[in-house]
């Protein structure tokens, strides 16, 4: 199996990705606006929202090439689940850190436990129920099926987390309810850049995993005949 970077279109894909990563950094920190009660901790947010919607996708990556691996056995759709589920999770950390550091100036507090930030930190237990199952559940095939099982149910969640906002009364929460439609024209550009920026990310990340997990495979199965 060829290494990963040998491949000329994962070359040109982490070109690609670095070089609009670098130019969304530049966008956030120096072209877009202000906010006016925010200031400095509102740029966070171009950061927040695009690893949520991220990490969805991951996650719903997961969770559809589990259903896969489950119907059809093959151990293709089981190194697709594997690794959208830890890049999803990788994502879902991260949300879990700048959610607090934008909340901290904008609350007053790290933390609240409402409706959506509470919802997002059951998905992510959810998934470190996944690598757990994994990593314990038995042998490879009864524990990888364990967990596509797992990271299904784990998807439904999402809507949850994504509806959480109007699902609940306003009075229980403290997360802004705000549409991206309504923002001005200067937030929004940058912010779907920002969102391309990282679904550049994640693709490349999924792909880079996917790779690692078949490794990782053909090297357990070259021990299993030896």
Not at 48 to 76: M, Q
Not at 80 to 101: C, R
Request: proline content about 5%; hydrophobic content about 55%.
């Amino acid at each position: 199996m060829r290494p990963f970077h040998t491949i000329r279109g994962n070359q040109i894909l982490l070109l690609v990705t670095l070089a609009i990563a670098a130019l969304n950094l530049y966008l956030i920190y120096f072209v877009s606006p202000m906010v006016q009660d925010q200031e400095m901790a509102q740029k966070i947010f171009y950061y927040h929202v695009p690893l949520a919607w991220n990490a969805f996708f991951s996650y719903l990556l997961a969770a559809v090439a589990g259903g896969l691996y489950l119907a059809k056995g093959d151990t293709r759709w089981d190194r697709w689940s594997l690794a959208g589920a830890e890049i999803g999770t990788m994502f879902a950390l991260l949300i879990l850190i700048t959610g607090p550091i934008w909340a901290t100036p904008i609350w007053g507090k790290a933390w609240s436990w409402e409706p959506r930030l509470t919802s997002t930190l059951i998905l992510f237990l959810v998934f470190m129920g996944y690598f757990m199952v994994r990593e314990f559940g038995g042998p490879y095939e009864q524990s990888s099926r364990y967990a596509a099982v797992i990271g299904i149910l784990g998807v439904l969640l999402i809507p949850f987390v994504v509806l959480a906002v109007t699902w609940w009364a306003p009075e229980v929460q403290n997360h802004p309810q705000m549409e991206m439609t309504g923002q001005p024209g200067s937030i929004l550009r940058i912010f779907l850049f920002s969102l391309f920026s990282f679904s550049l990310i994640m693709i490349y990340l999924i792909r880079y995993r996917r790779h690692i997990g078949e490794l990782v495979l053909n090297k357990m199965r070259a021990g299993e005949e030896a």
